[in-house]
């Protein structure tokens, strides 16, 4: 509209800077001419794991009047990268028969599918999300679905053939207990109620 020179209340200016802090400052003008253009006060902020943006709008209005909300995928995209992240500081974590690519992407998917699955009941959710991590790392060898759901209709195929009473072939291959011990406390760090709450409420809305 400037460059038509056609006239309009606003004010024009070509921001310079990180992605970062050009969210921060855009969720801040929003949050702060709330009042004033649209007569109402948000309550929510939805982000993607920056604090930095929301710690500028958190107390905007008065202490603590907005609550942080975070999408699933967000929440469900941290447990890779904080599971690559230790596998490459940590030595002698990876390689054939340990922890891989692979490995992270499958306990990845699960953590997601467990959020989804039991969004109308968070103690649900994190007995789902513990299950979910002891049934990736199960194996012939050294079985992990105490905490699988029982029944036919179990989503653990274990279990579902348990109840079948049928034989069921572990396939997946095994991972050390010197791995699942260093992985376990970095995946149960995703597993914390208040997370998991916020994570629920943002898909349970859309």
Request: contains cysteine; glycine residues 8%; positive net charge.
């Amino acid at each position: 509209m400037c460059e038509m020179n056609i006239k309009c209340d606003h004010e024009c200016s070509n921001y310079k800077g990180s992605s970062g802090n050009m969210e921060s400052v855009g969720g801040f003008r929003s949050f702060e001419r709330s009042v004033s253009k649209r007569e109402l006060q948000y309550t929510e902020y939805y982000g993607d794991g920056d604090f930095k943006a929301f710690l500028k709008v958190k107390d905007i209005y008065w202490e603590d009047t907005v609550t942080k909300l975070e999408c699933i995928g967000h929440v469900q995209k941290r447990v890779g990268s904080r599971l690559r992240k230790f596998l490459k500081k940590t030595k002698k974590l990876g390689g054939k028969g340990k922890l891989t690519d692979k490995f992270i992407d499958k306990l990845q998917n699960y953590y997601g599918i467990a959020i989804r699955s039991n969004v109308r009941s968070i103690e649900k959710m994190q007995s789902a999300v513990i299950a979910a991590f002891f049934h990736c790392c199960s194996s012939h060898r050294n079985l992990m679905h105490g905490q699988c759901p029982d029944g036919k209709d179990s989503w653990c195929r274990y279990k579902r053939a348990l109840s079948d009473k049928k034989q069921y072939l572990e396939k997946s291959p095994d991972l050390p207990n010197s791995v699942l011990k260093e992985i376990k406390g970095t995946y149960l760090e995703l597993c914390d109620k208040n997370l998991l709450k916020m994570s629920a409420w943002y898909d349970t809305e859309q």
